[in-house]
């Protein structure tokens, strides 16, 4: 059984670009959520995707938006990058939307 | 807005003493789990509490949920240096569709 994987892991970025991180849930897991960490901030929620469909959205501009595919691994995309945006992005798969969330290593993106 | 606290913030500890942590919040949480991450990681879910009252133990650390589910306290007894790391906790809220919410994290530093 393999866990939760990202890619990838560091990426640099300037402003204005897009990105485009992606996420393999662990095996049986349907359902994935993406968090963006700040340096020195617990991670805050950016949205999760239950079979394939949105399923509730944090406080992110509409430049943060994502898919999941019919595996159940996802995409998280971020357009038109600001300085800001530089941070550790988590992907967290479970079974179901409500259960326990198992964490990648996450993807560290620094926008420059 | 906050709305989940984390004290304290740092803590520094030698080596063989006992330590607590809290987290704390206004509104009431429908589970809560801790979580401990390292440099370079995901966060690890040590442990989830839903019953107000709560008591849980893994080892050398032991979990208290508030009995009106609003609070929660980690101990530690005779720390060790492998213990050293960021620890989360992290809240689902009924009035939130259970989405779950982090606290910005104690990190603990235990000295040889």
């Known amino acids: 059984e393999t866990g939760v994987t990202q890619s990838p892991t560091h990426l640099i970025k300037t402003r204005g670009q897009q990105v485009t991180l992606r996420c393999s849930s662990q095996?049986?897991?349907?359902?994935v959520s993406w968090y963006q960490q700040a340096l020195g901030q617990g991670p805050q929620f950016i949205f999760q995707?239950?079979?394939?469909?949105?399923?509730g959205r944090g406080n992110f501009p509409p430049r943060f938006s994502g898919l999941q595919f019919p595996n159940y691994s996802s995409e998280l995309n971020v357009n038109a990058l600001e300085l800001d945006d530089s941070a550790l992005y988590l992907c967290a798969s479970s079974h179901g939307r409500q259960n326990i969330q198992y964490f990648g290593a996450g993807t560290r993106l620094s926008v420059l | 807005t906050q709305l989940l606290e984390q004290s304290p913030q740092f803590l520094s500890i030698q080596e063989g003493e006992n330590l607590t942590v809290y987290c704390n919040s206004s509104s009431v949480f429908s589970s809560l789990q801790w979580y401990r991450q390292e440099p370079g990681e995901g966060p690890v879910l040590l442990v989830t509490v839903v019953t107000g009252g709560e008591v849980k133990k893994l080892k050398r650390l032991t979990f208290q949920f508030g009995d009106a589910r609003k609070d929660s306290s980690l101990h530690i007894t005779a720390a060790q240096t492998g213990d050293t790391g960021l620890y989360l906790c992290a809240g689902a809220y009924k009035n939130r569709d259970d989405k779950i919410i982090f606290g910005k994290g104690t990190r603990l530093h235990i000295l040889p």
């Open positions: 095996s049986g897991h349907n359902t």
């Open positions: 995707y239950y079979r394939e469909e949105e399923n």
